[in-house]
């Protein structure tokens, strides 16, 4: 067991924008945390899920002026709030996620004397079609914060590459992501139930896509097909709205059910016979990884960030992202081709099994932790 100076339990602090990605996004690897002896914090804007962290163990620190939206007004003050926390609480470790917390989480838990400050990239929030501008501002933020961590973790080869003009080779590393495994799989009972529950027939197809109601998540395109492929299937989209991004969408988009948030994703999954992902940027889809745990035959854009999942024709079916005719044709092919659908879903799973386990993510993280002690010669001991 890793332990902090004198023998105590080392305090590890998981920094998010929203408590939901803590609790959706890290579950695993704070509970990993817990069960290796870690003083372990959560520090967040406080949600509806502080109650989910409590349960496995997490002390979660609220920093309420925190948004996810950028907002210099709103960041200054939670900025001081973070800075109050990291003082108060003294973690060995402060470990950054999502863009903006990963940003300001760096510069100011090196500020505040943080021992060892690591980031995980969950994926670039800009790519190479984006404006010149917001590149620029992105890389530029991320090169600047960089310079303030100890150890970068990536999530996809990509950004690491992306990045590495910026990040020395020894300070970074590809550690993929991961679903908890146990959580997914077929389950007959759940898959009747929850059909009932959505008014959908065993001998009617159901497909869905998961994530924010935002159109980055490729919603307008999804809804074109489902229009196009009208009678064939049922489509419904699950997640929350996300007000604070300048792309939310609030209205409704024809031929889609929205279903909104659930909290019984393992069992929805069972219910599905066709996961579908038409997203513009992804740092390595949780949702895709969840699905492919479960079994299920997707459709995913061509991006960095889901080409992770697995090889086109062998693992899911691609699609280039803002293409509604491609994803038209691609899901086309899956509600008319069973074969396909067992074939898919099958080698989804195998793919899971064998490398989507977030408890291996987890224990990277800690060596990481463990690695940079070493390097900076802190009094951190085993056992």
């Given at each position: ?19 939901m ?23 967040s ?13 997490v ?5 309420p ?13 939670a ?6 926390v990291?003082?108060r ?7 950054t996620?999502?863009?903006?917390t990963?940003?300001l989480g ?5 500020l ?9 990239c969950h ?7 984006d ?23 990536y999530q996809?080869?990509?950004?690491r ?16 992501n991961g ?6 799989g ?11 529950e959505?008014?959908?027939p ?10 924010r ?13 489902a ?10 989209w699950?997640?929350?709205q ?17 279903l ?13 016979d066709?996961f ?11 949702s895709?990884?969840e ?8 459709v995913?854009s ?7 999942i697995?090889t086109?024709?062998?693992?899911l079916?691609?699609a280039?992202p ?20 067992e074939q898919l ?24 932790y ?14």
């Amino acid at each position: 067991m890793l332990r902090g100076p004198e023998g105590r339990p080392l305090r590890v602090a998981h920094l998010t924008t929203v408590d939901m990605s803590l609790h959706l996004l890290l579950a695993t690897e704070l509970k990993v945390d817990v069960e290796s002896g870690f003083e372990t914090y959560g520090i967040s804007a406080p949600g509806p899920y502080l109650a989910e962290l409590d349960a496995i163990g997490v002390r979660h620190e609220p920093l309420p002026s925190l948004t996810r939206a950028w907002q210099p007004g709103a960041d200054l003050a939670a900025a001081r709030e973070l800075l109050a926390v990291l003082r108060r609480i003294q973690p060995d470790v402060l470990h950054t996620h999502n863009p903006k917390t990963g940003v300001l989480g760096r510069i100011l838990g090196r500020l505040a004397g943080v021992p060892v400050v690591v980031n995980t990239c969950h994926g670039l929030w800009a790519q190479a079609h984006d404006p010149f501008a917001k590149r620029l501002l992105v890389l530029g933020a991320e090169a600047v914060a960089a310079r303030f961590s100890h150890a970068e973790l990536y999530q996809n080869a990509a950004d690491r590459q992306t990045l590495s003009r910026f990040v020395p080779a020894r300070r970074s590393r590809v550690v993929g992501n991961g679903v908890d495994l146990s959580r997914f799989g077929a389950d007959p009972t759940a898959r009747v139930r929850i059909r009932a529950e959505l008014g959908v027939p065993e001998d009617e197809l159901l497909v869905a896509g998961v994530g924010r109601r935002v159109a980055e998540k490729g919603i307008v395109e999804y809804a074109a097909a489902a229009r196009a492929l009208a009678g064939k299937a049922r489509f419904v989209w699950v997640g929350p709205q996300d007000a604070d991004k300048p792309d939310a969408l609030a209205g409704e988009e024809a031929g889609v059910e929205f279903l909104g948030s659930r909290s019984d994703m393992p069992q929805l999954y069972a219910a599905l016979d066709v996961f579908v992902l038409p997203s513009y940027r992804e740092g390595f889809s949780r949702s895709a990884m969840e699905a492919a745990a479960s079994g299920l035959p997707m459709v995913l854009s061509d991006i960095r960030g889901c080409r992770e999942i697995g090889t086109h024709g062998e693992h899911l079916l691609l699609a280039p992202p803002g293409d509604a005719g491609a994803l038209t044709t691609a899901l086309g092919r899956l509600l008319t081709e069973p074969a396909l659908r067992e074939q898919l879903g099958a080698a989804a799973r195998r793919r899971a099994l064998a490398e989507f386990d977030q408890r291996g993510v987890a224990a990277v993280s800690v060596e990481t932790y463990a690695a940079v002690a070493r390097a900076k010669r802190l009094a951190w001991s085993v056992g």
